[in-house]
């Protein structure tokens, strides 16, 4: 199994700091670092900033990669574009995940001008043509949410690409199998991960693939400190909008997202109570405060860092490659180090 560092926006990372981690990264034995995306800084530029901070540590540079990208954010041809040219410029190191973001939410279709869509079918689009675009072909496709007539990417040879889908539910994790190079899992239990795994196979049989093909990754969320509490609390809080989401949901919502796969793990009771707690007006800092440990230990690490790896690989069982994403428990760079120190390969 490799080892991976995850770094996102929450940590408030300078572009020099990012650069320093990269190159920390490389020297402590991590063998990719990745990034998620959101609307703010693009994150294919940061995969080539992280990747050139490394290439004076790893021969040819740390292979980066984003999991994953909404794709309501661009068209399947700028997604192919702009990994391409960074899998041309990092020489074949560079992943792409792509997921469906908040797709299955009204509001967010609607804050971005788009119809109702099928977040399956949108996924199905996207994966067939931006995988067809960067292996070179020439693509006409006209499914549910994509129409593409003739299209071909202008980079030749055509750079390799490989394009993983985020994925949570069955149907999407059975897309996987059949269509993806791999899957971005997120928050899960070991137990969790045999059933994506089934999941995935089931789709990649259906398709006449070996799952083998098929790469499992995923984000593991780790938070180190001295004071236990501390560590607990910031987990909580980066923890709390997957599992219980933005606003209250519906009966509907909670089927869905990562709200459905957090009740698949059979948290359901626990979270309405913490909704309860929410309608009754409890601040973020109450809900954080409650939030049940048990679930933080079965999708996460908080705690001392001399536990942190063993904790952190008995969580990976099952993946081809895991990636430990850095909750800082306080402000600064020192708790992300400190995260990326307890964890190194070989620890």
């Not at 001392?304 to 895991?322: H, P, T, V, Y």
């Amino acid at each position: 199994m490799e080892i991976g560092v995850g770094l996102d926006a929450s940590l408030g990372l300078s572009l020099s700091d990012q650069a320093d981690l990269s190159k920390l990264a490389a020297e402590s034995g991590y063998t990719s670092i990745w990034t998620p995306e959101s609307t703010g800084q693009d994150s294919f530029q940061i995969c080539g900033h992280r990747w050139r901070a490394t290439k004076d540590v790893v021969a040819g540079g740390l292979t980066t990669g984003i999991a994953v990208s909404p794709v309501m954010h661009r068209t399947p041809i700028a997604f192919a574009m702009s990994g391409g040219t960074l899998s041309e410029i990092t020489g074949g190191r560079f992943i792409m995940g792509i997921g469906s973001g908040g797709a299955y939410r009204p509001k967010t279709r609607q804050s971005l001008g788009l119809p109702k869509m099928s977040a399956l079918a949108l996924m199905r689009d996207y994966l067939t043509t931006v995988r067809q675009l960067v292996a070179g072909e020439q693509t006409t496709y006209s499914g549910e949410v994509v129409k593409l007539q003739g299209i071909r990417l202008g980079i030749s040879p055509p750079p390799k690409t490989p394009v993983y889908l985020g994925a949570l539910g069955p149907k999407m994790l059975e897309l996987a199998g059949e269509l993806a190079d791999g899957a971005c899992l997120n928050w899960c239990s070991p137990e969790q991960i045999a059933w994506s795994r089934e999941r995935i196979g089931d789709g990649a049989a259906r398709a006449g693939r070996d799952p083998s093909e098929v790469k499992v990754v995923e984000y593991i969320r780790i938070c180190v400190d001295d004071d236990v509490d501390v560590a607990r609390r910031s987990l909580a809080k980066a923890t709390m909008n997957y599992a219980l989401g933005a606003t209250i949901p519906t009966d509907r919502e909670r089927q869905l997202g990562y709200r459905g796969h957090f009740e698949r793990m059979g948290f359901t009771r626990e979270l309405a109570d913490l909704d309860d707690m929410r309608r009754k007006g409890a601040s973020a800092d109450e809900v954080a405060d409650a939030f049940p440990p048990a679930i933080l230990k079965t999708v996460g690490y908080y705690g001392n860092a001399g536990d942190a790896s063993k904790e952190f690989l008995r969580l990976a069982e099952g993946l081809d490659m895991a990636i430990v994403r850095v909750v800082a428990s306080r402000p600064g760079i020192e708790s992300v180090k400190a995260v990326m120190e307890a964890c190194k390969p070989g620890k």
